[in-house]
């Protein structure tokens, strides 16, 4: 690997991912390209926007001509998707998108890849398991059981990716996250949504009863986790990466409010999202044995994530306006007035 293109790179997760590879590798040149959707923003990158190894294009993965272009262009020899449209609850109100970028997405991706001999890694989701019931943990060959419009289009990408291995030989790998939390996470996740309306002392719509369990991991860890599978994984293989550990999301919340000095009363229980997984829980035995291990725990990571909120106000004070707020009102309108009544 020389020229990596990493697709969703001025996302939050995918951008973690740039910073890390930069830092860490000398060279490496990276090649981001990202549509700038509402949840794409340079603003992520400013700690590498001068840096010569670094370069950004502004295009839609769905866009075969675009896509050929830039492989051509920076004569690219890695493909890292982390391209996607990433949140459950705007998956329900809209699938179309995810599907979209989710499924034909990654199908241009990878005949781009095949055509051009690249290596390709996709960045999958714990989701695509379904609910996992109290006292198992799912592996990797384990059934994909997708709940929501959103789990669905990246099980449908992962299953592009495995066929393109078998069917052509393609040189791939894929990951599959839990929870990510920590530095340029879009405010509409429930950590940063949180964190931010807790900092304003505004209420924190928190579903149902809030005894989902989640494993909360910090997105360096799993950076680091992608970077190894990249250089050691096993082609054709998967690889879930969590922290081992699980926390009731009503956890979460008391730990982020411990954290920033607020109240509890600050909770406010809302009518539960459709389809809710009640339990996600990962073996990450497989990845271990590469020789990774998460640095944070998931109370670590989400007192971290916290404070990150905290003094890092520049950053998300102007998102919280305009889409998001017409976003919020849609999202949990309806929610707290069910709760009223």
């Excluded at 459709?274 to 497989?286: A, F, P, T, V």
């Excluded at 725990?297 to 004070?317: D, F, I, L, P, Q």
Aim: glycine share 8%; charged share 25%.
């Amino acid at each position: 690997m020389k020229n990596i293109i990493v697709t969703g790179g001025a996302g939050f997760i995918g951008a973690n991912f740039v910073l890390h590879m930069l830092q860490k590798y000398d060279n490496y040149n990276i090649i981001v390209y990202d549509k700038l959707t509402y949840a794409g923003n340079l603003d992520n990158l400013l700690e590498v926007a001068d840096d010569p190894r670094y370069s950004f294009v502004q295009g839609d993965i769905c866009d075969a001509e675009m896509v050929e272009a830039t492989i051509q262009k920076y004569n690219a020899d890695t493909i890292v998707n982390f391209a996607a449209e990433t949140h459950v609850d705007r998956s329900i109100m809209n699938p179309d998108a995810f599907i979209q970028t989710g499924v034909y997405g990654t199908y241009v991706l990878l005949e781009a890849a095949k055509k051009h001999g690249l290596r390709y890694h996709q960045i999958s989701t714990d989701e695509v398991y379904g609910h996992i019931p109290e006292g198992q943990s799912s592996v990797e060959t384990d059934k994909l059981d997708p709940r929501s419009p959103y789990a669905a289009s990246k099980a449908s990408g992962d299953l592009l990716v495995n066929a393109y291995f078998i069917t052509y030989d393609l040189p791939v790998t894929i990951t599959r996250g839990s929870n990510n939390i920590g530095p340029f996470q879009y405010p509409e996740k429930v950590v940063p949504l949180f964190a931010t309306n807790a900092i304003d002392e505004e209420p924190l719509p928190l579903y149902g009863d809030g005894r989902q369990m989640r494993e909360y991991q910090y997105v360096l860890d799993h950076c680091e986790a992608i970077d190894l599978v990249l250089h050691k994984g096993k082609l054709g293989e998967a690889y879930n990466i969590g922290t081992g550990e699980e926390m009731e999301n009503v956890q979460m919340v008391e730990i982020l409010l411990e954290t920033l000095n607020r109240p509890k009363d600050l909770i406010k229980h809302v009518k539960d999202r459709e389809g809710h997984d009640r339990r996600y829980s990962l073996n990450i035995d497989k990845i271990k044995a590469l020789g990774w291990q998460p640095r944070h725990t998931s109370a670590e990571a989400v007192a971290k994530t916290a404070v990150w909120y905290r003094e890092n106000e520049w950053w998300w004070r102007k998102i919280k306006s305009g889409e998001f707020k017409e976003y919020y009102e849609r999202q949990y309108g309806h929610r707290w007035q069910t709760e009223k009544e």
